[in-house]
């Protein structure tokens, strides 16, 4: 794997790889990626006048269904475009995602700057990958990608029938000469199975499994035959080390460990030589020490074959470092590994005292989280509290747009034009009953923009309110249409709250946030 020039811009990348092209430049910011393709952009265009028209007129179609699909913050984008230069991130709307990937695929983009979403679930494949760091922000940190996430993305490199070979780069940041992580292939880490033990996860458990199925269901999953698989493994090897090492020890001589043993006095010499350094001639002891240590050595050396003695010494010390880091594992797997036997139950005993199940009947409130699948507890006590009722529908769509929402650290909406103290109150009185927090995540913050598009706002008006990118947007009203149509099938029979959230939902989907759900 080839690699570039320390600290290169991505035009010295660019113009080192140039015989390579179509490039996926992947980076780990949706900020970077436009930035890099804005930089880009002043120096090269790899389009001749005939491909540059090629764009223009899917640009031209795309616009004809779609009026103001680049909108005032994307116009950087349709002049690179045109350059045969893009980016590709999570922030764009999905109308645009669509138009970059058309034109990806046609070879009217040679140069992509793209987040990793992009590696993920599309064939999109390029000449050669080009990393802009092998650093990331996991929502907690940096760290190093792992192998796994490194040939997800370089595995784009190499198109079928055209590249006999897909070349791959990593940009050295000077900062973090190490950070290549010298990726191998063969240490690709598994995919871990996870189990999230939900309210609607017990809810549907118990309402359509009998004991025995849900016992199943919870020791026989895949993370807890992954963990006893691995567990098992282990156990098998650390077994084969301990009769290895076992081996080994008949290799020793009787009398090693005493004082005529030629390797054993080769360990004191080396403790003399210890206690005689500078910072620890005054220690307790030591003169004491010392002193035995002499005394020892004044016993007559045996004659032996002690290098036998100390080839399987070291061979012992490799079998127990390796039995160190094996135990270590262990106590890794014994400290993630979940009990979802008493997960189940805690979540269970949690709904009853909520009046969600008795025994294993499911009452009013848990027949109708049986179908959501978001955030249940909340969602049904907004509906069972009455808030959703009381409020105009203007304020029931801010409510719900809330729902499961965890802004980011610089997200900033303007707020609505009414409080959502009920709903503040709500979730206070669930915390203080012991309903854990992942069970009533929600934010005020995308409110108003819900409200505004109920409204109907257009969505440049939305964008002008907050400081979100337009996908961020999307999702927002993407999810809530989602919610709405979980709590229409949650109403049964219950025409009042359906008729409510329909009419809901309806307002919602509409115009560019319609065509996403497409």
């Given at each position: 794997m080839p690699a570039i020039n320390p600290s290169p811009t991505c035009g010295d990348v660019i113009d080192a790889i140039s015989a390579y092209l179509p490039v996926l430049y992947f980076t780990f910011s949706r900020g970077r990626t436009e930035l890099l393709a804005d930089e880009l952009g002043r120096q090269w265009d790899f389009l001749n006048p005939g491909e540059k028209n090629?764009?223009?007129?899917?640009?031209?179609?795309?616009?004809?269904?779609?009026?103001?699909?680049?909108?005032?913050?994307?116009?950087?984008?349709?002049?690179?475009?045109?350059?045969?230069?893009?980016?590709?991130?999570?922030?764009?709307?999905?109308?645009?995602?669509?138009?970059?990937?058309?034109?990806?695929?046609?070879?009217?983009?040679?140069?992509?700057?793209?987040?990793?979403?992009?590696?993920?679930?599309?064939?999109?494949?390029?000449?050669?990958?080009?990393?802009?760091?092998?650093?990331?922000?996991?929502?907690?940190?940096?760290?190093?990608?792992?192998?796994?996430?490194?040939?997800?993305?370089?595995?784009?490199?190499?198109?079928?029938?055209?590249?006999?070979?897909?070349?791959?780069?990593?940009?050295?940041?000077?900062?973090?000469?190490?950070?290549?992580?010298?990726?191998?292939?063969?240490?690709?880490?598994?995919?871990?199975?996870?189990?999230?033990?939900?309210?609607?996860?017990?809810?549907?458990?118990?309402?359509?499994?009998?004991?025995?199925?849900?016992?199943?269901?919870?020791?026989?999953?895949?993370?807890?035959?992954?963990?006893?698989?691995?567990?098992?493994?282990?156990?098998?090897?650390?077994?084969?080390?301990?009769?290895?090492?076992?081996?080994?020890?008949?290799?020793?001589?009787?009398?090693?460990?005493?004082?005529?043993?030629?390797?054993?006095?080769?360990?004191?010499?080396?403790?003399?030589?210890?206690?005689?350094?500078?910072?620890?001639?005054?220690?307790?002891?030591?003169?004491?020490?010392?002193?035995?240590?002499h005394s020892l050595m004044q016993t007559a050396r045996k004659k032996c074959q002690y290098k036998a003695c100390v080839d399987a010494e070291r061979k012992v010390r490799r079998l127990e470092d390796r039995m160190h880091l094996l135990h270590q594992r262990v106590r890794q797997l014994e400290k993630h590994s979940r009990n979802y036997g008493r997960d189940f139950e805690n979540v269970w005993r949690l709904l009853e005292r909520l009046g969600y199940i008795q025994d294993r009947e499911l009452l009013p409130r848990g027949l109708f989280a049986l179908y959501v699948h978001v955030q249940e507890i909340l969602v049904t006590e907004l509906v069972f509290s009455g808030i959703l009722f009381e409020v105009p529908p203007v304020e029931a769509v801010a409510i719900l747009a809330g729902v499961d929402y965890q802004p980011g650290r610089d997200e900033q909406v303007v707020p609505p034009a009414f409080n959502l103290d009920r709903v503040v109150h709500l979730r206070q009185l669930l915390l203080q009953n012991g309903v854990p927090e992942q069970f009533c995540t929600w934010s005020p913050l995308p409110a108003a923009l819900a409200a505004a598009w109920y409204e109907g706002a257009g969505f440049d008006q939305l964008l002008a309110m907050c400081n979100l990118q337009e996908g961020d947007v999307f999702s927002v009203l993407r999810r809530e249409i989602d919610l709405l149509r979980q709590m229409e099938r949650a109403a049964g029979q219950d025409h009042l709250l359906a008729q409510l959230v329909q009419d809901l939902r309806r307002a919602l989907d509409r115009d560019e946030v319609a065509v996403m759900g497409v």
């Open positions: 090629d764009v223009r007129e899917l640009i031209r179609r795309a616009e004809t269904d779609n009026p103001g699909l680049f909108g005032p913050r994307r116009k950087n984008l349709r002049r690179l475009l045109q350059q045969g230069i893009g980016y590709h991130h999570a922030g764009l709307s999905p109308l645009l995602k669509d138009l970059v990937e058309r034109l990806y695929e046609s070879r009217l983009v040679f140069v992509l700057f793209c987040t990793e979403t992009f590696a993920v679930g599309v064939n999109f494949p390029a000449a050669s990958t080009v990393f802009d760091s092998c650093r990331k922000w996991d929502g907690r940190e940096f760290r190093s990608l792992l192998n796994r996430e490194f040939f997800q993305m370089a595995g784009r490199a190499g198109r079928r029938g055209f590249d006999p070979v897909g070349r791959v780069y990593v940009r050295i940041d000077e900062r973090f000469p190490d950070q290549t992580g010298f990726f191998q292939e063969e240490q690709v880490e598994p995919v871990r199975g996870r189990l999230v033990i939900s309210p609607n996860t017990v809810l549907s458990l118990l309402h359509w499994k009998t004991d025995d199925e849900i016992k199943r269901f919870l020791e026989r999953n895949l993370a807890v035959f992954q963990n006893s698989r691995e567990s098992r493994q282990i156990k098998n090897e650390l077994d084969g080390l301990e009769m290895r090492a076992g081996e080994l020890t008949q290799c020793f001589c009787p009398d090693r460990g005493q004082p005529c043993c030629q390797l054993f006095r080769l360990k004191l010499r080396r403790e003399l030589n210890q206690l005689g350094k500078r910072k620890r001639r005054h220690r307790p002891g030591t003169k004491e020490r010392k002193e035995e240590i």
